[in-house]
């Protein structure tokens, strides 16, 4: 079946950088728009920046100059770069994707299991 395996989340010094990856396996035809998502402890889950199958982006506003989202359709993978890290983007991250499966009963939004990200000193 389908899975989305999230990998790159750790801990940072405030000011640093991390590269979040999601990568998509299973019998996929085809991925519509992809997304990083974040929760904080005590907060409601937000979107962090999104990407469409075309390459279109958008970004959460706390987020915007800081981060870039990236994917790579040939290998079913997105990228989250993220640089000047804040301890107020402490949280878990996780990947979204829309799929489109080969069995079309099994297409729908699927989630990856979340990568802890820890922004301190």
């Known amino acids: 079946q389908v899975q989305l395996v999230e990998s790159g989340g750790g801990l940072v010094q405030p000011g640093g950088s991390l590269r979040l990856s999601c990568a998509a396996s299973?019998?996929?035809?085809?991925?519509?728009?992809m997304g990083w998502y974040r929760q904080a402890p005590g907060k409601q889950r937000e979107l962090v920046a999104g990407i469409t199958s075309g390459g279109s982006t958008n970004y959460g506003d706390s987020v915007k100059g800081r981060f870039a989202i990236s994917r790579d359709n040939a290998k079913n993978t997105m990228y989250l770069q993220m640089n000047s890290l804040k301890p107020e983007d402490t949280a878990v991250y996780y990947c979204?994707?829309?799929?489109?499966?080969?069995?079309?009963?099994?297409?729908?939004?699927?989630w990856g299991q979340g990568t802890q990200v820890t922004v301190s000193s």
């Open positions: 299973g019998s996929i035809f085809a991925i519509n728009t």
């Open positions: 979204s994707a829309g799929i489109h499966t080969y069995d079309s009963a099994a297409s729908g939004d699927y």
